[in-house]
């Protein structure tokens, strides 16, 4: 329908191209029977055009904002209409569906093609698979399909939205046991278990900003726990890393390819485990006795490096559990944080009792301290991180720092020191004239 | 009536049903795993039981047409289950090194019509993994760049760094079209990310009605708005040019303060942040290219120094070193010595905890 | 009439002509030094001529008496020649090891009529050198404590460090009376600090006289000053003491604002911090423990404190390494565990550049 | 005179006491003729006895400032009087006068005296030596006496005032060259030129706050310019580092002692120059080759560390120059900071013209935008590293930074962008519908 000469620029190399699938799309839409399709035809073809559109403008075609959504949810949906609608009418409606991907995000084929169907016949048939923040999104249909999607995909798929907005976000996990020998939380059962168990925070926002839930099974934080979610789960240990000393020498000898072999694409020469564990171990905890690895347990920092260079040698101890770290975020407004440290550890078990007390308490707080838009890690920064614990009642630890404070400004409380603040001019100028 | 028969709060599928048998039988089994190859992962059980993964790239965005054919390929392969990593890739899931080859022999040849392949092998151990990204021109209101297009065109120059697995270390690139950082860029080895350059335009006509004007105030993080009068005498907003660092949160919260723009807009360039706690903490981005323009759709001013940047560090870096921790080796004098990126005054911080990143020492190099 | 001949602007003597004979002939000549014994050092120089230096503790805080002394210590040995260090000790220079042999001991046979010496030889290599330190309540009207005494009450327990040679590598102690710092505290191995716990009086009846009240409101750096009025409707001022961290600065403004007593007064203890290039870059102190009481005239619990804190670091380091990289080197987690010294909320950071403080990662020991 | 059982619990013990040598000199008072002494008699028994009130009190006895000089000055002396004049007559005045000291603090003795015997008789006889930034101190006078002092001492010592107050500090230097091998300026030439060619800043106050100068000859900073000083002058080189390898081979041998015996307090076994030179290089950049030690000097960071443990063996190279580092402060009130680099290297000759230029643009600057009681370095975190340099005119180098900016919050201006900053609304929305 439109020239799109730069737009079809990409369907050229080798990376799959967005275009080219597209494309397919839309001339599969072009075929299909009109009561196949319950928005436009031209959908696929009319984005295609507006961001042809956009290329050669430099700015985007879409206006700002539109709040729609389902009837009784605060979030779920993004609305999204086009600024060029009389060019092209297709998308002048063209609102996203956030949907709840199953934790880590494994799919049976017969819902994913169930979901394809109802999104072709419901809305523009394109996805993204998946979102920044893990859900299935749905790119693009009309406000008056939003109601039919969501009974459709309630009734039929079993399935519900996810979150946008001021509320719980869609939380999400890495793949952890399911195939991962490193994990040492269940991180499937954690993220589903806090998933419905905040099911009324995750779709009626009530919260001064959004807030994320990340599950990691280790250190290693491959659904990136630490840098994008209000609070990380991340599984740990508190006992030994434990050592086969026979894989240890297979390793050494080279009869195990160091790394599981991910670096094998080049010659390193000869695995080194001097050079390339025991120096490279952060806390330098780590040497070889009779040709023995040995690890100075109580000083090592659980970086994962020595397990993720010889796993056949190395596992995470067997007294697992999980530490939280609150405030991950991106750089609006205050800049970005790394989440912080605010329990070292913790045992936990199914339904998790104990964890959601924490969370709880830090939405209490939340909810009465921070300002609108204002980020849980903000909020901390703002009162001060002592306060903070003092109130959800957490006592400090130098593991929830890397260093104690430079400076001496220091609030003490009027309880802190003998006789209170309140003094008494008149006696003090007894002593000292003016 | 919409709330006839209404469920909600079902939340998603129960995640044990979508394993296929060979992950529930082993689930928190797993002994080891071996990348065999570029794309192809085993882990192995205690059990003895093993799961070969089969990891494709993937262009995130997706028609329900793809969609029905990767569900043709996991039906045939795979039993009907597949699995989707955290930065977009798809994994197949199969139990045997015969099924292995079939697998791989059948998605090699799958190729849009336009020669692009539909689903490339890699992604795995010392490689540029797919990028993660966000929505751009094609879907969101805020975008200084585009995102789509951007991944493409790196992603095509940076192919056999995907399948291969010749880095020292992973390298993860991600993209994020506006300083939102829904790509979440903050952390990683290298982001692209979108930035404005010009302070947004007022639409006096219409501000005092589709903004509360005391909050749009009150959301600029330097104070650079206050409030006006337009010469009619209507209440509008004025802002001060030379304090607006252009980070677009007005807008966010105002439709009637449009930041985009053609000469403004264009593309920075972070490197060296990390996510994982292995060797070195997890670690910020640091901006290295301030700007680079938006050249649509294949950016190629971009698309060279991501390449520069990665050979640079290929040649240089240590092995198990990534991008950032060989920064920070060498130091960031070096690093734009050796990449040839030019030093700018732009790259020096001047936000809220700008004195931790100044050198107070003599310790650098010349 | 003062202006009368008056001379100004003639600055100090200049330095060449203060040079004893065998500096000035082998000034920027020097090749290398030894350390030969504590408190000695021989330096030879390029053209082998060779000086010795001897090394003695001072209190800083001394009479005309003393100083007399000093001259005819160095009328005798030094042809009239004598020296000051950056940290206060006395540097006799001799040319010849005979010297040097008598020089000891005249040096070690002075003390004050008390039995303290007079000259302590030592403050050389690996050894904790005299303490930088400040006016205390000898000289200044903000201290919250003493310096003079607390370093005497210190250096007579750590006497023996200064005396030997036997750390891993030189620890540097300073004390500063208040905020200001005087002595410079922030960055030293340990430092001793006076801190103020109550908030200021306010002298209502005379504030407005002495002091420029707006001044003093902009003088707080966390904005708990406001204007206020006494009950006569004398303007006056008031102080959220829930804002007040007690740093002083708005009573360097308004004499009208005292601000020390006796039970808010005391001592905090910084550790880790340094000032040269070597190995590791210049850092800051910590504060390790937020308060100890001002327990004249010898502060037992400060004097413990910091004996402790030297004897585990004496243990526990490795050779060359400065107590602040020692104790990153451990995590402070260690060192608290180590030294004994409880951990507390105070020891967290929660000013302005906090966020860098906090451990963002999972890289901790238990 | 007075009872001071506390203060005289401070003459016990072996470091020397300042309270034994304090009772000394009140002695000599004692029985000096009244005409050697222009000030009280009794003043150091009254100090005494103010400082055993003082520690009764837990409060200091000295009232809040007080304005006195010497005419035409605006610093060098520091009005000090007690607020407890009627029991300790003697110190109702007690100002103290700062002596700029000689640069490295070398005395004959002849000065010494003199100036011992002018205090003796216009003062307290007390001294500081040295006060924290490198003065000698005079403890205590009367506010007639500081006229003459002055006058005495200008004419009869030849010696100045140093500074106080809102202007340049009395500059202070290390020993460098006149008894340091690893002196890489001359900092007793520097330190002098600066403080004699600006008297006038140094004299009489003009700038926001306090500004002060240290030179250190290396950056083993002995006299804490980094840590210390508004302008931190460091010596250093920029060819390579000059190794003598028999020296090399006589360190690892044994035959010469490490570090100049600076640690033979204890046995710490033989040398090892792996473990503790080698390993222990900041930017790893050495190593051994055929017995010889090697440095890749490109990537030396210049720590001295290598220099320092094996004078005799390794000597900074012969290249040398100056680096600048800005800003360094006490916490008062942003926090405490170490000096920052603004010029990496610079070559320099006495008189210094090219280094005096940078001060000075500094000084415009500071003077022109800084806020009262505001430090250069609180100042150029308030305007950015960036605008400081744009201004003073220095190019930005990323030698100044430890790393680049971790946020995009970038500062464009106007003249960077095409097209410059107004834009039309109507041309905008004649591209985008609202
Ligand atoms: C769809 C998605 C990008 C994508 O293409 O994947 C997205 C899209 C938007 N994000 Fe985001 N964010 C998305 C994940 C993220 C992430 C990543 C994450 O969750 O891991 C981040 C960074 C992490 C974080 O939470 O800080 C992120 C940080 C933001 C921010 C900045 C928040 C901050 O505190 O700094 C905004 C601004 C705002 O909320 O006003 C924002 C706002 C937006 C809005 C709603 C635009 C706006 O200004 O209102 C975007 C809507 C685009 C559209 O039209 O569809 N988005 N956003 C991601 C959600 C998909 C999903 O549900 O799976
Ligand atoms: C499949 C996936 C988890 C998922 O739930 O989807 C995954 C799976 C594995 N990760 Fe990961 N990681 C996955 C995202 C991540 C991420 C997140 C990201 O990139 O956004 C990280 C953090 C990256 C960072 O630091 O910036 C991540 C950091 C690691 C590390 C730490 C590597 C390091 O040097 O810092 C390891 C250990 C290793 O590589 O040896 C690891 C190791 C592994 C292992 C070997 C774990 C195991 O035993 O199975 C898995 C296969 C490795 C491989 O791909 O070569 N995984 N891994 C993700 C695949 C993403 C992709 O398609 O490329
Ligand atoms: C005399 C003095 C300079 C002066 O102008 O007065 C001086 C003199 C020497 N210093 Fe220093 N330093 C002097 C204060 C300092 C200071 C400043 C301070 O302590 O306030 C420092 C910085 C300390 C810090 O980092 O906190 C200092 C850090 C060094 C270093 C670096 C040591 C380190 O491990 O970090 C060296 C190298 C060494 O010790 O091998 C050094 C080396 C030296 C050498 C060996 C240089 C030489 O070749 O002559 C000198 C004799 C060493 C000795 O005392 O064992 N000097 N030196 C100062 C003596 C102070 C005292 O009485 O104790
Ligand atoms: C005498 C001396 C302490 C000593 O016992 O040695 C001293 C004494 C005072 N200093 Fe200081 N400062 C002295 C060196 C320092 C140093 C160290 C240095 O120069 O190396 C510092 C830290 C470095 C710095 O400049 O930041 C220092 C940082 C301060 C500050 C905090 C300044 C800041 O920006 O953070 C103040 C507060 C003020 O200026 O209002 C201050 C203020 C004062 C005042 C004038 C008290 C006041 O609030 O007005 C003190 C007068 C005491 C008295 O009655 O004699 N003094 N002051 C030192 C000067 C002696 C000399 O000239 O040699
Ligand atoms: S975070 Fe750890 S447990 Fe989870 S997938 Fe990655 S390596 Fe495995
Ligand atoms: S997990 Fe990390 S810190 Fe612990 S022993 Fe292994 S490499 Fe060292
Ligand atoms: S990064 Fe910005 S422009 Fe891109 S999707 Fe997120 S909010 Fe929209
Ligand atoms: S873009 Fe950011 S800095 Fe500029 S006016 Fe808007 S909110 Fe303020
Ligand atoms: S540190 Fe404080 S109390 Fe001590 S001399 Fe300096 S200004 Fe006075
Ligand atoms: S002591 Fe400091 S914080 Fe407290 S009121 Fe005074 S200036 Fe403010
Ligand atoms: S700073 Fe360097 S040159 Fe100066 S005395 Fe110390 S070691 Fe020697
Ligand atoms: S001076 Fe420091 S950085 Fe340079 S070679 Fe020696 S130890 Fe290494």
């Known amino acids: 329908r439109h020239e799109i000469p730069k737009v079809e620029e990409l369907e050229k190399g080798p990376w799959p191209s967005f275009v080219a699938d597209a494309k397919q799309e839309a001339l599969r839409r072009r075929k299909l029977a009109d009561d196949r399709m319950m928005i436009d035809r031209y959908v696929v073809e009319d984005l295609l055009g507006q961001l042809e559109l956009s290329f ?71 996805f993204n698979l998946h979102g920044s923040t893990g859900d299935i999104i749905l790119l693009g249909t009309t406000t008056e399909q939003l109601e039919p999607i969501f009974y459709d995909m309630t009734h039929e798929l079993d399935q519900d939205l996810g979150g946008s907005g001021s509320n ?20 499937q059962e954690m993220c589903y278990e806090m998933t419905m168990h905040y099911q009324d925070e995750l779709h009626r926002p009530a919260f001064p900003y959004k807030f994320k839930f990340k599950f990691d099974g280790c250190p290693n934080c491959c659904v990136a726990s630490i840098a994008r979610s209000d609070i990380a789960f991340i599984g740990t240990w508190r006992d030994d890393i434990r050592i086969d000393q026979e894989a240890v020498k297979a390793y050494i000898a080279g009869d195990i390819v160091p790394r599981g072999g991910a670096q094998k694409g080049r010659d390193w020469g000869k695995f080194d485990i001097q050079k390339e564990v025991i120096d490279l171990c952060p806390s330098q905890c780590m040497w ?8 100075d347990n109580e000083n090592c920092v659980r970086c ?108 003490w409380k009027e309880e802190d020191v003998k006789g209170g603040f309140t003094r008494d001019i008149k006696e003090f100028r007894a002593r000292h004239k003016r | 009536n919409p709330t006839k028969d209404r469920i909600t709060d079902i939340g998603p599928r129960h995640y044990w049903d979508n394993f296929p048998p060979v992950i529930q039988n082993n689930y928190g089994k797993w002994a080891y795993h071996e990348v065999l190859e570029p794309g192809v992962l085993v882990h192995v059980s205690e059990t003895g039981d093993r799961v070969y993964t089969v990891r494709c790239g993937s262009a995130r965005l997706m028609t329900a047409a793809h969609v029905r054919e990767i569900c043709d390929i996991a039906d045939k392969y795979c039993d009907g289950y597949v699995r989707f990593t955290t ?18 022999k059948d998605l090699a040849g799958r190729k849009f019509a336009s020669g692009s392949y539909k689903f490339p092998i890699g992604g795995t151990g010392a490689c540029v993994s797919n990028i993660v990204h966000t929505q751009g021109y094609v ?70 009605q589709v903004c509360e004007l005391p909050l749009v105030i009150s959301s600029c993080p330097l104070g650079a708005i206050s409030p006006d009068k337009t010469p009619e005498g209507r209440r509008t907003l004025k802002i001060k040019s030379e304090r607006c660092m252009f980070c677009g949160n007005c807008y966010t919260m105002c439709p009637a303060l449009p930041i985009a723009d053609k000469d403004g807009d264009g593309v920075a360039i972070l490197v060296g942040g990390k996510l994982s706690n292995a060797i070195s903490e997890p670690k910020f981005s ?60 732009h790259l020096i911080d001047d936000y809220r905890l700008a004195y931790d990143t100044f050198r107070t020492s003599t310790q650098f190099k010349f």
Chains 1, 4 share one sequence.
Not at chain 2, 172 to 189: I, K, T, W
């Open chain 1, 56 to 126: 050669e403008d430099g700015e985007t075609h879409w206006k700002h904002g539109g709040i729609v959504g389902v009837f009784g949810y605060g979030g779920g949906v993004i609305g999204r209409y086009s600024d060029v609608p009389e060019k092209f009418p297709g998308i002048a409606h063209f609102h996203t569906m956030r949907v709840n991907q199953p934790a880590s995000k494994f799919y049976k084929t017969d819902f994913l093609r169930l979901l394809a169907d109802l999104w072709e016949y419901r809305g523009s048939g394109l």
């Open chain 1, 168 to 187: 719980l976000r869609t939380p999400s996990c890495c793949i952890g046991k399911a195939r991962c020998e490193f994990a040492c939380i269940d991180t």
């Open chain 1, 288 to 295: 070889m006795e009779d040709g023995k690895l040995m690890i």
């Open chain 1, 304 to 411: 994962m490096h020595c397990i993720n260079v010889m796993p056949r040698a190395l596992k995470p101890g067997k007294d697992t559990g999980v530490s939280l770290l609150v405030g991950a975020k991106a750089p609006i407004l205050e800049g970005a944080q790394i989440a912080q440290v605010i329990v070292p550890f913790m045992k936990t078990e199914p339904p998790y009792d104990n964890v959601k007390e924490v969370i709880e308490k830090i939405w209490e707080f939340w909810m009465e301290e921070g300002k609108n838009r204002e980020r849980i890690g903000e909020l901390i920064q703002r009162v001060g991180l002592p306060k903070f614990l003092e109130i959800i009642g957490l006592p400090p630890a130098p593991q929830m720092i890397k260093t104690p404070r430079a400076n001496p400004y220091i609030f």
């Open chain 2, 87 to 104: 930065r977009n890739n798809i994994e197949f899931l199969v139990d045997s090194p015969e099924k292995v080859e079939a697998l791989k």
């Open chain 2, 139 to 208: 879907h969101c209101h805020t975008p200084a760049t585009d995102a789509s297009s951007m991944v493409k065109a790196v992603m095509d120059e940076v192919f056999e760094y995907f399948t291969g697995m010749t880095l020292p270390a992973k390298v993860r690139v991600s993209m994020a079209c506006c300083l939102n950082m829904c790509g979440a860029v903050h952390c990683s080895d290298i982001a692209l990310l979108g930035i404005h350059r010009k302070p947004p335009i007022i639409d006096h006509e219409v501000i005092d």
């Open chain 2, 286 to 345: 640091k901006v290295v290219v301030a700007y680079q323009p938006n050249n649509f759709p294949r950016f190629p001013e971009v698309v060279n120094t991501v390449k520069k940047i990665i050979e640079v560090y290929a040649a240089d870096a240590r092995k198990h070193e990534r991008l950032g921790d060989w920064a920070e080796r060498i130091g960031w004098e070096k690093f734009f010595e050796k990449t040839g990126i030019p030093f700018t005054e």
